[in-house]
């Protein structure tokens, strides 16, 4: 995957030498990436940070992008959303950009070089807001109720050494008794850049409310299937935490069953 940020902001960090692999890995990865990931989904986390008077003129400035001529030409989906727990990452904010593939995401972005309203729109973010981390995704999976109406996301950051075996492992809990009973949406993505950190994967569950993440932890966790996934994923990757955030608001055409979709 090239290595340009899906929605370039002037302070966001260089995306390169990221893949943690061995040396041999990296290089592989750094070359056949794009070609691997280019009939699937790509979405970026994009942090900054911000202060309460400030966070409108973030939104106001993302509609003002957005319903200019060359924002409305996004392809895909833009979420920006709001750290509710992410423990002491600096972070407040962040938008998601998410495209149907590659191919998509590039032409947008080669379509912004020199644009007067993307300037314009930079401008205003570098007025209201600071830098934060980025890190670009390909997703892998998706299971359970697609939609565009849930509004509280929780990530839950992995180290996968045994990539099969721990896509098999959800797989089997997702469809299991006890994951039917699922009420929200859950993507698996495999991170293509972001920096020296241990993490190699994410999953991302989106819930209507945080009650409805309650109730279904109150579900889940007793559970012989969820005992099964433990013992099936402990071998195959690590967990190394998780953050929520909600929705603030949305724009672009796609939905996430239209991005998602084969």
């Known amino acids: 995957m090239p290595l340009l940020l899906p929605f370039r902001v002037p302070w ?10 061995m040396a041999s890995a990296l290089l592989v990865l750094a070359l056949t990436g794009a070609q691997a990931a280019s009939g699937e989904p790509i979405w970026a986390q994009i942090g900054l940070a911000t202060s309460a008077s400030n966070a409108p003129k973030v939104v106001a400035a993302a509609d003002a992008f957005m319903a200019s001529e060359i924002g409305k030409t996004f392809p ?54 600071q830098a934060g981390g980025t890190v670009l995704y390909r997703n892998l999976r998706s299971w359970g109720d697609i939609n565009d109406t849930d509004d509280v996301w929780m990530a839950h950051a992995f180290d996968v050494s045994d990539p099969a075996a721990f896509v098999g492992a959800v797989d089997a809990l997702m469809k299991s008794p ?9 993507y698996l993505s495999a991170v293509l850049a972001g920096g020296m950190s241990p993490v190699s994967h994410v ?20 559970s012989a299937d969820w005992a099964a996934y433990a013992d099936a994923s402990q071998d195959a990757a690590e967990y190394l935490g998780g ?20």
């Open 203 to 222: 999953i991302s569950v989106g819930y209507d409310s945080v009650q409805e993440m309650v109730d279904w932890l109150a579900v889940r966790d007793p």
């Open 243 to 262: 953050s929520m955030a909600s929705t603030v608001k949305a724009w672009g055409p796609a939905g996430l069953k239209d991005i998602v979709a084969p």
């Open 76 to 129: 895909g989906r833009l979420l920006l959303q709001a750290n509710i727990a992410d423990g002491n990452g600096a972070s407040t904010h962040a938008f998601v950009p998410i495209y149907k593939n590659a191919a998509d995401r590039e032409a947008f972005v080669e379509s912004l070089q020199g644009n007067a309203a993307w300037t314009e729109f930079q401008g205003k973010l570098e007025g209201a807001s």
């Open 178 to 186: 006890t994951g039917q009973k699922f009420p929200g949406q859950v």
């Open 12 to 21: 966001a960090p260089a995306l390169e030498n990221t893949m943690k692999r």
